[in-house]
């Protein structure tokens, strides 16, 4: 069962536009959700977070909207350069969860953005 | 310093091999968490460490065996694996345990191979 899912495995967008990459998750007890960017055979670099109280959270280029009536948050990048390509994983987590779920992160399966110069 | 750092880089080894790696955080960060990630899918939590207690640890075969000898470093000792446990191993840290928002941030990772 897929709590968070990352329908599209791939985008591509020109330097310069902006890029939309979605998430939709179905456990209604997440209330905190992470974007991470990974390059290739690094590890994954925190880029964004929101909570579930608030439905936008701004941070230079990078923008991550939460509609929580939908499940669905996405993650905004204007403008964007070829810099940005790489994988981009959506998380989400129970934030006051206790016990065997305590710290425990739910990936979706990840975006491949690719920027063209 | 706001950073993970792991040791070694790479990793090949046999299967009746002893091996560990290493993980280090000097943020202060009171949680330790251990993950695998196999090649083009997310990755798989494996354990937590929550004021070096061990608190998590999600049915990860004997063969791993998770330590946290202070609050800075934790280590994965491998033994007898498989050459389906090749894959990237992360650590990663976050904030007090107890706080409501807790980002992790991760180290490099190991790349692990088993012939």
């Known amino acids: 069962d897929q709590q968070v899912k990352q329908n599209s495995p791939s985008l591509s967008v020109q330097e310069g536009r902006i890029s939309i990459l979605n998430c939709d998750y179905t456990n209604s007890m997440f209330d905190y959700f992470l974007w991470y960017k990974k390059y290739p055979a690094e590890g994954p670099t925190f880029l964004i977070s929101i909570s579930s109280i608030k439905d936008k959270n701004e941070d230079g280029r990078f923008t991550v909207f939460l509609n929580k009536s939908a499940k669905h948050l996405s993650l905004h990048i204007v403008p964007s350069q070829p810099g940005d390509s790489a994988v981009y994983f959506c998380?989400?987590?129970?934030?006051?969860?206790?016990?065997?779920?305590?710290?425990?992160?739910?990936f979706g399966q990840g975006t491949i953005l690719t920027v063209h110069p | 310093d706001t950073e993970v750092t792991q040791t070694p880089k790479h990793l090949v080894m046999g299967m009746t091999n002893k091996k560990s790696l290493k993980c280090e955080q000097h943020m202060g960060h009171r949680a330790m968490y251990w993950y695998k990630q196999k090649a083009k899918k997310p990755p798989e939590l494996m354990f937590v460490?929550?004021?070096?207690?061990?608190?998590i640890n999600e049915s990860v075969p004997s063969r791993f065996s998770p330590e946290c000898p202070n609050s800075s470093l934790l280590n994965l000792h491998l033994h007898a694996l498989q050459p389906e446990d090749s894959a990237l191993y992360l650590c990663?840290?976050?904030?007090?345990?107890?706080?409501?928002?807790?980002?992790?941030?991760f180290g490099p990772g190991t790349r692990l191979t088993v012939l």
């Open positions: 460490y929550s004021y070096e207690k061990l608190s």
């Open positions: 998380a989400a987590i129970v934030s006051n969860a206790g016990g065997t779920s305590y710290g425990k992160l739910t």
């Open positions: 990663a840290s976050s904030q007090e345990p107890t706080s409501s928002y807790n980002e992790q941030f």
